[in-house]
């Protein structure tokens, strides 16, 4: 089983709807990330949380909001979609110490029509 | 965090080294070098990463300017499967967050 899961892998949806992704870690790490990457381009941070209580904004967090319920479970939401949300999106995990590298999600591709 | 400025695309022949140089002029004295590659669309997967001396791993080699204005990833053999796009990041190994520019897409030839 992959150390970073995410859920639903792909999903096709309308504008104006609610989506929620959905990312769990087994790594124990208290880092957990939300990146965005449209074709062609690179990973852009949507939010980011140290821990349960802490919540911070990315470079690109208007549209999106984040709930961390517990430490090993991060999800995002789109509140109401719309199309140019259409991306693949990614949660990734680091620990406090030691490189600090990023582990990854194999990624949620998300089309709102 | 630094900025770093990276080749959009290069060739490399199966079998042969595939140096990837990064461009990071404007680092701080306490801000690390890594590297990451993306195959496909699959999530981003950690290289190595230094901060002045050269380091080397069972995927790569980094090797960093005494300067630390530069540096360039190392594949010794590249194979068919070393075929993705690779980022180079500087930051702080503390730091909040990794900002990803648009990297090197790389491609072994057969």
């Known amino acids: 089983d992959a150390d970073v899961t995410q859920t639903p892998r792909n999903r096709i949806t309308k504008t104006g709807k609610r989506i929620m992704l959905e990312c769990s870690q087994t790594k124990g790490h208290d880092r957990m990330y939300w990146y965005r990457q449209d074709p062609g381009l690179g990973l852009r941070l949507i939010y980011y949380?140290?821990?349960?209580?802490?919540?911070n904004k990315g470079e690109i967090s208007d549209g999106y909001s984040v709930s961390r319920q517990a430490q090993a479970k991060f999800s995002l939401s789109l509140e109401s979609a719309i199309p140019n949300q259409t991306a693949l999106y990614f949660c990734a995990t680091s620990e406090v110490g030691g490189g600090g590298e990023l582990f990854f999600g194999e990624g949620s591709r998300l089309t709102v029509l | 965090d630094a900025k770093t400025t990276q080749p959009t695309s290069m060739d490399c022949a199966e079998g042969r080294a595939a140096n990837l140089p990064c461009n990071h002029s404007?680092?701080?004295?306490?801000?690390?070098v890594y590297w990451y590659r993306q195959i496909h669309s699959q999530g981003p997967q950690y290289i190595i990463h230094g901060l002045k001396n050269n380091e080397t791993n069972e995927m790569a080699s980094l090797i960093i300017t005494e300067d630390r204005k530069s540096s360039t990833l190392i594949l010794p053999h590249a194979t068919l499967r070393d075929t993705a796009v690779y980022y180079c990041i500087v930051r702080v190994n503390t730091g909040n967050q990794f900002y990803f520019g648009t990297g090197t897409s790389l491609t072994v030839i057969p």
């Open positions: 404007t680092i701080s004295g306490n801000e690390y």
């Open positions: 949380s140290f821990d349960v209580k802490d919540i």
